[in-house]
């Protein structure tokens, strides 16, 4: 049994931060997931992909793996290239190239 320790990126549909600055442990799938013959629905014994846990700190996700014994690994998150810019950038003085219409 082993579990991604990570922080979560955010969506295209996102314009905030919101859910983004919590740590989440999630186990790694252990049996792969089977379609039911009947329904056809996509099904797994395994109960441990359903469960999520959001930690405030990095060091708090991996305490609680280390003491309930769960073998984990950690993905850094990775750094934002973009530079936040407001709209009245457009109309600065020093800006580079031309306005146009």
Do not use: C
Request: charged content about 30%; aromatic content about 10%; overall charge positive.
């Amino acid at each position: 049994m082993t579990a991604r320790i990570y922080k979560p990126a955010k969506t295209a549909m996102q314009s905030g931060k919101a859910r983004t600055r919590k740590w989440v442990l999630e186990h790694d799938a252990e049996a792969p997931r089977e379609v039911e013959p009947l329904m056809g629905w996509t099904s797994s014994g395994d109960m441990l992909q359903q469960v999520k846990l959001r930690f405030a700190t990095k060091e708090d996700a991996i305490a609680y793996a280390d003491r309930n014994k769960i073998a984990y690994r950690v993905a850094e998150p990775k750094s934002s290239t973009r530079r936040p810019k407001s709209y009245a950038e457009n109309f600065r003085y020093g800006r580079v190239g031309q306005w146009t219409h």
